[in-house]
T-cell receptor, first 112, second 113 residues
Framework: AQSVTQLDSQVPVFEEAPVELRCNYS??????LFWYVQYPNQGLQLLLK??????LVKGINGFEAEFNKSQTSFHLRKPSVHISDTAEYFC??????????FGPGTRLSVLP | DVKVTQSSRYLVKRTGEKVFLECVQD?????MFWYRQDPGLGLRLIYF???????EKGDIPEGYSVSREKKERFSLILESASTNQTSMYLC????????????FGDGTRLSIL
């Protein structure tokens, strides 16, 4: 069964600094990868997804992620964060496009 | 925009009560899901449904049941609530095609006293 690891449970970063949130998954022939964001007291919103093609995926709010098959990783990056990016971020993986496994989440805190 | 609506944002119930959590989506999605979200554990799948009248157990179905009598509505039932079911519950829906993402409701924070 697929599993997802988000090594950092909390990431504090100063405003306008770059950030990388890490996601690793257990090996599989092919996977579909997603990042979701959860703002306080809200449900999850899709940030971006990788299905196939270019390994660099651009999403909403200036975020991007890079699929690395050899490292089984899908790290999320933003070159300059804002206070409004403070939220919890979840990586999700699917082997078959129907069933999804979520990581434990990373809480990003952007400090002024 | 897809709208997934959960009937309650906050709910407080007593141990032993039968609890209903309701979820409605307005985009004619085939698939619907119930997760619980706990700190450090992320989202864990309780039950899901591929279509009306269909249901499948997720990773942690014990103590829960579901009902999908209409395509737009997916109900989660706690038959006899216990304190370890205090959690945030998230409903999601998606088109029943490969690789389509899930759309989530805002969650119901349930406290069992």
């Amino acid at each position: 069964a697929q599993s997802v690891t988000q090594l950092d449970s909390q990431v504090p970063v100063f405003e306008e600094a770059p950030v990388e949130l890490r996601c690793n998954y257990s090996s599989s022939v092919s996977v579909y990868l997603f990042w979701y964001v959860q703002y306080p007291n809200q449900g999850l919103q899709l940030l971006l997804k990788y299905l196939s093609g270019s390994t660099l995926v651009k999403g909403i709010n200036g975020f991007e992620a890079e699929f690395n098959k050899s490292q089984t990783s899908f790290h999320l990056r933003k070159p300059s964060v804002h206070i409004s990016d403070t939220a919890e971020y979840f990586c999700a993986v699917s082997d078959d496009g129907q069933n999804f496994v979520f990581g434990p989440g990373t809480r990003l805190s952007v400090l002024p | 925009d897809v709208k997934v609506t959960q009937s309650s944002r906050y709910l407080v119930k007593r141990t032993g009560e039968k609890v209903f959590l309701e979820c409605v989506q307005d985009m004619d999605h085939e698939n619907m899901f119930w997760y619980r979200q706990d700190p450090g554990l992320g989202l864990r799948l309780i039950y899901f449904s591929y279509d009306v009248k269909m249901k499948e157990k997720g990773d942690i179905p014990e103590g829960y049941s579901v009902s999908r009598e209409k395509k737009e509505r997916f109900s989660l039932i706690l038959e006899s609530a216990s304190t370890n079911q205090t959690s945030m519950y998230l409903c999601a829906s998606r088109v029943g095609q490969d690789n389509q993402p899930q759309h989530f409701g805002d969650g119901t924070r349930l406290s069992i006293l």
